[in-house]
Nanobody, 115 residues
Framework: QVQLVESGGGLVQPGGSLRLSCAAS????????MGWYRQAPGKQRELVAI???????NYADSVKGRFTISGDNAKNTVYLQMNSLKPEDTAVYYC?????????WGQGTQVTVSS
């Protein structure tokens, strides 16, 4: 069993920044991939960014150059630094972790970009 606790969402103006955090606990494996999906109202859930235990990263084309994902293996925590935010980034952001044969989801945190 793995628990994911995420935080850092909120309301920000266009061009602003937010930093999301996601901490994993429970039955943790050393080899994993972890990151965020997001879902806007009326749209499909999409992958935003993901990082492996070794530091390899992948990003959605829509966030490349604006978002940065990083990890702290000692704390079992990953971070998503979101800069130059746009209204189209507004969504519920869900932390995700996969390890071995298991996949796990966080509770979601709302990010709203509006002036």
């Amino acid at each position: 069993q793995v628990q994911l606790v995420e935080s850092g969402g909120g309301l920000v103006q266009p061009g602003g920044s937010l930093r999301l955090s996601c901490a994993a606990s429970g039955r943790i494996f050393s080899i994993y991939a972890m990151g965020w999906y997001r879902q806007a109202p009326g749209k499909q859930r999409e992958l935003v960014a993901i990082i492996s235990n070794g530091g390899m990263t992948n990003y959605a084309d829509s966030v490349k150059g604006r978002f940065t994902i990083s990890g702290d293996n000692a704390k079992n925590t990953v971070y998503l630094q979101m800069n130059s935010l746009k209204p189209e980034d507004t969504a519920v952001y869900y932390c995700y972790r996969t390890q071995g044969l298991g996949s796990y989801w966080g509770q979601g945190t709302q990010v709203t970009v509006s002036s």
